[in-house]
């Protein structure tokens, strides 16, 4: 079974401050989508990155696909308390089934 | 605007009742997926449907089981609903092409008392 590990589990920072998080796994994927889901809600795809090396932005957002397509990196430049919330990444497994990881909560202080 | 729903937002249910949990999706899509999300654990895959009538096991299927006679709607059902079944259960839906968005329903908090 494929599996993603996403780091930190929990992270609070204050409203402003640059941020990371990770999602690793020891198998290839073909592709790796970020969720973000709030509270009550089903997660929503935020970017989806396919090329290993990959860079897509989505305004204040970053995100990297490792170069071999095993890692993916979020950052965020200059948190609002908007960005709160619970970022998920997921894969796709060789049976077509999308896979996640446990999550990042992401809490941001105003 | 593309739709998952998912039947009831919230269901009690009492311990060794059958529960229907249902799906429905509106893009024609071929994939569906059941998940279950507890805190610390993450999403974890129940049953994935491709196509009708067509179902796969996915990471935790024990005690549950699925059915999918038409395309738009795939079903939950736990045969005899128990406490450590207390979940958020998330229904999802998409293409068959890898890399595809997964649209998800709004989700259904289950209580087994």
């Known amino acids: 079974t494929q599996l993603l590990e996403q780091s930190p589990q929990f992270l609070s920072i204050q409203e402003g401050e640059n941020l990371t998080v990770y999602c690793n796994s020891s198998s290839v994927f073909s592709s790796l989508q970020w969720y973000r889901q709030e509270p009550g809600e089903g997660p929503v795809l935020l970017v989806t990155v396919v090329t290993g090396g990959e860079v897509k932005k989505l305004k204040r957002l970053t995100f990297q696909f490792g170069d071999a397509r095993k890692d993916s990196s979020l950052h965020i430049t200059a948190a609002q308390t908007g960005d709160t919330g619970l970022y998920l990444c997921a894969g796709d497994d060789r049976d077509d089934k999308i896979i996640f990881g446990k999550g990042t909560r992401l809490h941001i202080l105003p | 605007d593309v739709k998952v729903t998912q039947s009831s937002r919230y269901l009690v249910k009492r311990t060794g009742e059958k529960v229907f949990l249902e799906c429905v999706q509106d893009m024609d899509h071929e994939n569906m997926f059941w998940y279950r999300q507890d805190p610390g654990l993450g999403l974890r895959l129940i049953y994935f449907s491709y196509d009708v009538k067509m179902k796969e096991k996915g990471d935790i299927p024990e005690g549950y089981s699925v059915s999918r006679e038409k395309k738009e709607r795939f079903s939950l059902i736990l045969e005899s609903a128990s406490t450590n079944q207390t979940s958020m259960y998330l229904c999802?839906?998409?293409?068959?092409?890898?890399?595809?968005?997964?649209?998800f329903g709004q989700g259904t908090r289950l209580t087994v008392v």
């Open positions: 999802a839906s998409s293409f068959p092409r890898l890399g595809t968005e997964a649209f």
